[in-house]
């Protein structure tokens, strides 16, 4: 199994078990209705919740475990990658960058086109842009991309470490969550503290699950998933 497979395999696995868990002990608060008021009712109805948040911990601890596994691989496997030098042309039009003081982005764009989608070349065009405008923060994030995202072949070991991150803090996210549509419930949480209220979890749809891997890594990722897998499988 590869690395971006055996990732996506945990998270869907996780996500899976804690819908299961969540329903199973929604059903069981169903059938406690009957003796809502009675002497019973909040002790069976607390039991249920405790043997539902130690099924989650359980498949908490396994994810986490592959994760952290996949994750540190992943790391390794891009970093050991033997990448593909840029072209003496695309050095040459690099150095004109070099030699613009403050480069319009229809000049970088132009240049980028010329780099062939090396993933090297680009990465150090969006050095060389974010060096020229490192003064002048608005012009950066307005007008300055990253450029590695336009890379189709030959991503920089950099951007992927980056990617990996991104990837490993996403996956933190879902395996710390209680499963709740954590957009619909940031929503819920801000009605209520504005509005005054309580905001039960459970009363709100669980969160949507990726359908397969490509869709995982391209609902998370802001660079072309065939590469990012080239790159750490």
């Not at 078990?17 to 019973?40: I, V």
């Not at 960058?97 to 780099?115: H, Y």
């Not at 300055?144 to 996210?173: G, K």
Request: net charge neutral; glycine share 4%; charged share 35%.
């Amino acid at each position: 199994m590869t690395n971006t497979e055996k990732l996506y395999v945990a998270i869907r696995d996780f996500m899976d078990n804690q819908r299961e868990n969540r329903e199973t002990y929604l059903r069981k608060k169903k059938e406690l209705e009957r003796f809502l008021g009675s002497k019973g009712y909040q002790a069976e109805l607390d039991y249920a919740m405790k043997i539902r948040k130690d099924a989650d911990e359980a498949a908490r601890i396994k994810c986490r475990k592959i994760v952290e596994e996949t994750i540190a691989d992943m790391i390794k496997k891009n970093n050991a990658r033997r990448l593909e030098a840029p072209t003496e042309e695309q050095i040459r039009f690099l150095t004109v960058a070099q030699m613009m003081e403050k480069p319009s982005k229809i000049a970088l764009d132009n240049i980028a086109k010329c780099l062939g989608g090396n993933g090297l070349a680009l990465a150090a065009l969006s050095t060389i842009a974010r060096k020229a405008w490192k003064d002048d923060l608005n012009i950066l994030e307005r007008h300055v991309p990253r450029y590695e995202e336009m890379a189709t072949d030959n991503l920089s070991t950099d951007y992927v470490n980056n990617m990996i991150q991104y990837i490993q803090s996403s996956c933190v996210d879902i395996i710390q969550g209680s499963g709740e549509n954590r957009i619909r419930a940031a929503v819920a949480k801000e009605h209520a503290k504005r509005f005054g209220g309580n905001v039960d979890l459970d009363d709100l749809p669980a969160e949507e699950q990726y359908q397969t891997e490509r869709d995982f890594y391209e609902r998370k990722l802001a660079t072309n998933y065939s590469l990012f897998a080239k790159a750490v499988n």
